[in-house]
């Protein structure tokens, strides 16, 4: 691939951002289940919780976005140096049991 397409692919990642990526990782099997579990049994009385989720999980994402392109470090070197490597392992351990329990969850999800 020309250098004119790398550069024009790459301008077009900056300008959509990180919300494709998180947008894309809402449609797993496990989301879908759920959503249609939670959906079917409590109808629209949830609906509530989209208003108060929606900018929390928004700027969480443009948080992190920016630490990484200010420091060019990722989130996990930066809890390290921070805040040292006890609460470097803490946020490790958590991120691999969730990264398991979500693999389980997609795995069983996806067989049903």
């Given at each position: 691939?020309?250098?004119?397409?790398?550069?024009?692919?790459?301008?077009?990642?900056?300008w959509?951002?990180?919300?494709?990526?998180?947008?894309?990782?809402?449609?797993?099997?496990?989301?879908?289940g759920?959503l249609?579990?939670?959906?079917?049994?409590?109808?629209?009385?949830?609906?509530?919780?989209?208003?108060?989720?929606?900018?929390?999980?928004?700027?969480?994402?443009?948080?992190?976005?920016?630490?990484?392109?200010?420091?060019?470090?990722?989130?996990?070197?930066?809890i390290?140096?921070?805040?040292?490597?006890?609460?470097?392992?803490?946020?490790?351990?958590?991120?691999?049991?969730?990264?398991?329990?979500?693999?389980?969850?997609?795995?069983?999800?996806?067989?049903?």
């Amino acid at each position: 691939m020309g250098a004119w397409p790398r550069r024009w692919i790459g301008r077009l990642l900056a300008w959509l951002g990180p919300g494709v990526l998180a947008g894309a990782a809402a449609t797993d099997p496990t989301s879908v289940g759920v959503l249609a579990v939670v959906g079917s049994t409590t109808g629209y009385s949830l609906a509530w919780l989209v208003v108060l989720m929606a900018p929390m999980m928004v700027t969480l994402l443009v948080l992190s976005a920016r630490l990484g392109m200010a420091t060019r470090r990722g989130l996990q070197r930066l809890i390290h140096e921070r805040f040292g490597p006890v609460w470097n392992a803490v946020a490790l351990v958590q991120v691999l049991l969730a990264n398991v329990v979500t693999l389980g969850a997609d795995l069983a999800g996806g067989a049903a």
